[in-house]
């Protein structure tokens, strides 16, 4: 009877576990948009594209907050965010795809006609944008698409060139088109499950040697070897009996060596035990 009642149970592990049971949406982070313009758009379309990617039902976005604080915290760079950065990034926010943009053209050009004794102002507004959706794990270009959109303007309001509302419906428009491209290719975007970081190799010496190693208060083994490391900001813990501990925030972003120097406790030292 036991062994019967055993089988049943792995049988329900395995029917969870096997193709029928449904995979959660993949989990994506939007970075800020660059520009070599100065304008609002590089905070305003990110924001329009999480909405939209939202709506889809296909993705859970990374709270912009949270990716700020990481992004400040690390000194990553919207414009340097390529391989390991990407890899370090994300899995910090516990992404499986990243989200980068540029606003490649951004502007109005004004015509004006003067004939019959009246004057015609005619505004052209254009906006270009390109977004990359990046692979966590890999670092690779998932899918790349560039979006551009015009419109004409007749008038005297026309006369001030940039228009805000006009700019602001032709970034709505284009984000729509870029999340109609993600849906047409929603099988590039799969969820990973829980995110496995990519660990850093850290060689730790002590002088003196063998000295205990403690990694975010986590006991890793002793000095003179390597230690597996989570990319990110660690206090590491170099303590001998006798010794003064040697501790520090170290941020680890690729593979590194270096050497604990521990000086003697005079305290200890001079520490006498006397018995009659």
Same mark, same amino acid.
Not at 43 to 60: A, S, Y
Not at 102 to 118: F, M
Not at 171 to 189: D, I, T
């Given at each position: 009877?036991?062994?019967?009642?055993?089988?049943?149970?792995?049988?329900?592990? $395995?029917?969870?576990?096997?193709?029928?049971?449904?995979?959660?949406?993949?989990?994506?982070?939007?970075?800020?948009?660059?520009?070599? #313009?100065?304008?609002?758009?590089?905070?305003?379309?990110?924001?329009?594209?999480?909405? *939209?990617?939202?709506?889809? /039902?296909?993705?859970?976005?990374?709270?912009?907050?949270? $990716?700020?604080?990481?992004?400040?915290?690390?000194?990553?760079?919207?414009?340097?965010?390529?391989?390991?950065?990407?890899?370090?990034?994300?899995?910090?926010?516990?992404?499986?795809?990243?989200?980068?943009?540029?606003?490649?053209?951004?502007?109005?050009?004004?015509?004006?006609?003067?004939?019959? /004794?009246?004057?015609?102002?005619? #505004?052209?507004?254009?906006?270009?944008?390109?977004?990359?959706?990046?692979?966590?794990?890999?670092?690779?270009?998932?899918?790349?698409?560039?979006?551009? #959109? *015009?419109?004409?303007?007749?008038?005297?309001?026309?006369?001030?060139?940039?228009?805000?509302?006009?700019?602001?419906?032709?970034?709505?428009?284009?984000?729509?088109?870029?999340?109609?491209?993600?849906?047409?290719?929603?099988?590039?975007?799969?969820?990973?499950?829980?995110?496995?970081?990519?660990?850093?190799?850290?060689?730790?010496?002590?002088?003196?040697?063998?000295?205990?190693? *403690?990694?975010?208060?986590?006991?890793? /083994?002793?000095?003179?070897?390597?230690?597996?490391?989570?990319?990110?900001?660690?206090?590491?813990?170099?303590?001998?009996?006798?010794?003064?501990?040697?501790?520090?925030?170290?941020?680890?972003?690729?593979?590194?060596?270096?050497?604990?120097?521990?000086?003697?406790?005079? *305290?200890?030292?001079?520490?006498?035990?006397?018995?009659?």
């Amino acid at each position: 009877m036991q062994s019967r009642f055993t089988l049943y149970c792995v049988l329900a592990l $395995l029917c969870l576990a096997g193709p029928g049971h449904a995979a959660g949406p993949a989990t994506v982070a939007v970075v800020d948009f660059t520009s070599s #313009a100065r304008t609002d758009l590089v905070r305003t379309i990110p924001d329009l594209l999480i909405d *939209e990617l939202v709506n889809t /039902g296909q993705f859970d976005i990374v709270e912009r907050e949270k $990716l700020d604080a990481i992004r400040t915290e690390q000194n990553f760079q919207a414009s340097g965010l390529v391989g390991s950065n990407v890899a370090a990034l994300g899995a910090m926010a516990g992404a499986d795809y990243l989200v980068t943009g540029s606003i490649i053209d951004i502007g109005t050009r004004v015509d004006k006609v003067s004939a019959y /004794g009246t004057t015609t102002y005619t #505004a052209y507004h254009r906006l270009h944008i390109g977004v990359k959706f990046l692979d966590v794990k890999t670092g690779k270009v998932v899918l790349s698409t560039k979006k551009k #959109a *015009e419109r004409k303007q007749i008038g005297r309001a026309s006369r001030s060139g940039y228009n805000a509302p006009i700019f602001a419906e032709m970034a709505s428009s284009l984000v729509r088109r870029v999340v109609g491209k993600v849906k047409r290719n929603s099988e590039r975007f799969q969820p990973s499950g829980p995110a496995q970081p990519q660990l850093v190799s850290v060689s730790i010496d002590s002088q003196p040697a063998g000295a205990d190693v *403690e990694i975010d208060g986590v006991f890793y /083994g002793n000095a003179g070897g390597e230690f597996a490391i989570e990319p990110g900001l660690h206090q590491i813990r170099v303590s001998l009996s006798g010794h003064k501990p040697w501790e520090k925030k170290v941020m680890i972003r690729q593979p590194m060596s270096f050497t604990a120097r521990l000086s003697e406790d005079v *305290e200890v030292q001079r520490l006498e035990i006397t018995t009659d």
